[in-house]
């Protein structure tokens, strides 16, 4: 996975990736490019820069700086040496590359009547290494199946960036759709299937998910699993709900209303929705009129907060109905 | 005897230059249209399909012979499998040279094409248009003297080259 980001590096910057050992490349999360400014990596939950020997360095001096040169040439490599080709995500000020990898764009927006056309003088790219992690989402499903329904229930997932959030909805897609019983893992966390498989739909409006090359996904989504690529939230879920016939549906950083009124409309149709949303805390993101909308009317069973620290990623479940009661109780 | 000889091989050779130098007028012309169809095309491939590059030069230069067939294909092919060690600019202009071997452009023609390198691929479909609009009308200028220059001294130098053998002859006899 690191390789394909590798390929679009710049001779300068990749000999220098290379050399980092393998438990830092393995742990390798991002990539921050500025032009003729400290080059720099984010490995695990630290950052370091890099030397001109390829030495990791907790300092910005004497790190090594990427060149306008060096900027334009990736720049040409991550349009495929045709900027006019990706005018809608310049608009939304970033590239996804094969593989899954979202490259950020930072530079000098062009407006037409106030809003962004696009951007002009790139000068700061943020590679998020998009990375495939089978199994990571087992012990997580495990709390959130109905094993009555055989099905999993309706599950808000909450965390800041960088904290797994779209790794962990990628394996939650592909449980679901090969079902607690298939070639998941060498775990066998059941000894009869809890969790039938499942036909599942990802709206992967940013092409994180899935990672779908000319249609086809990158990542294992799982064998009944349809996604709508590049596709606005709201109206993704709507067309899958007209025609694809999923059981659940699965969609990353919710926040609009439009989102709200499309996961009301599958709930209505027996339809599980597992939704991600930015926020540390359910108590923080109750506070959005929209939030607290879906919450009260309990469209999601359960809510998930997701932690991590430098020993690694953790949950936390929460009942909603029960988070409700307390809450009222609280207030009495 | 011999001199006959000798003197029919001086104007064979002076007539065979002639005709070369009348040749070159001929495939100017040629190469001059084949590069201005190629840009139009390539023009309609971004304003139309939003067609990145590499794939927009293999269709055009599949289509087209050489030498500018070959320098399309071969620059999308260093594109595709390109490192990231050289600009776009470096490649294009690096092809533009390999395929002046077998090309009869003047350097004037040829620094419209430089230019192009330059500025394709690196600003948004309207700009393109204008780059690639710019460079079209550029080198049917360029066609309209060619084919006058054709007109003008092809023929000429065939007739030129026969008689300068001829010339020749006489003045060694």
Request: proline content about 3%; some cysteine; glycine content about 6%.
């Amino acid at each position: 996975m690191l390789e394909q980001v590798l390929h679009l590096l710049p001779q300068e910057i990749k000999t220098k990736i290379e050399l980092l050992s393998r438990k830092a490349k393995q742990q390798l999360e991002e990539i921050r490019i500025r032009e003729n400014r400290p080059l720099e990596l984010i490995i695990g939950i630290e950052h370091f820069f890099i030397n001109e020997n390829g030495e990791l360095q907790l300092f910005s001096e004497r790190a090594y700086k990427p060149s306008n040169e060096v900027c334009r040439r990736f720049l040409e490599r991550i349009t495929n040496y045709s900027l006019y080709s990706m005018e809608e995500q310049l608009k939304r000020g970033y590239i996804t590359v094969s593989g899954g990898h979202r490259i950020g764009l930072a530079g000098r927006t062009i407006l037409e009547k106030g809003e962004v056309k696009g951007i002009r003088d790139i000068t700061g790219f943020n590679i998020r290494i998009a990375r495939e992690i089978k199994g990571t989402a087992l012990p997580l499903i495990k709390k959130i199946t109905n094993p009555k329904d055989q099905t999993v229930d309706s599950t808000l997932i909450i965390a800041p960036p960088q904290f797994g959030k779209t790794t962990l909805i990628r394996d939650i897609a592909r449980c679901i759709s090969y079902g607690i019983n298939g070639p998941i893992s060498d775990q066998a966390l059941y000894e009869q299937p809890q969790l039938k498989s499942r036909k599942v739909a990802i709206v992967d409006e940013r092409s994180e998910i899935a990672a779908c090359y000319k249609g086809v996904p990158t990542f294992d989504v799982g064998p009944r699993t349809d996604v709508m690529d590049a596709c606005p939230k709201a109206e993704g879920m709507m067309m899958m709900i007209r025609s694809m016939s999923p059981e659940v549906i699965i969609v990353d950083e919710i926040g609009r209303s439009e989102d709200a009124l499309a996961i009301k409309e599958a709930a209505h149709a027996g339809i599980k929705v597992i939704a991600t949303l930015h926020g540390y805390h359910l108590e923080d993101v109750y506070k959005r009129q929209m939030i607290q909308q879906l919450i009260e009317e309990e469209t999601f069973r359960y809510a998930i907060e997701l932690k991590r620290d430098e020993f690694g990623f953790m949950h936390r479940v929460i009942n909603i109905k029960q988070w409700l009661k307390n809450k009222t109780q609280y207030h009495q | 005897m011999l001199k006959l000889l000798g003197a029919l091989i001086v104007i064979v050779a002076s007539t065979a230059y002639g005709f070369y130098r009348a040749m070159i007028y001929g495939k100017r012309l040629e190469q001059l249209k084949q590069l201005i169809y190629s840009l139009k095309r390539l023009k309609t491939d971004i304003q139309f399909g939003l067609t990145p590059l590499p794939e927009a030069f293999l269709h055009i230069g599949s289509q087209m012979s050489a030498p500018f067939g070959q320098f399309y294909i071969r620059l999308s092919e260093r594109l595709i499998h390109s490192n990231s060690e050289v600009s776009f600019t470096a490649i294009w202009n690096d092809e533009l040279n390999n395929a002046s071997y077998d090309s009869y452009l003047t350097k004037q023609q040829y620094d419209i094409l430089l230019q192009l390198g330059t500025v394709l691929g690196t600003s948004d479909v309207e700009d393109q248009q204008q780059h690639l609009q710019t460079a079209i009308e550029r080198l049917i200028l360029e066609e309209s003297v060619a084919s006058e220059e054709q007109v003008k001294y092809a023929s000429l130098w065939r007739s030129l080259g026969a008689l300068l053998g001829v010339a020749l002859v006489i003045l060694l006899i």
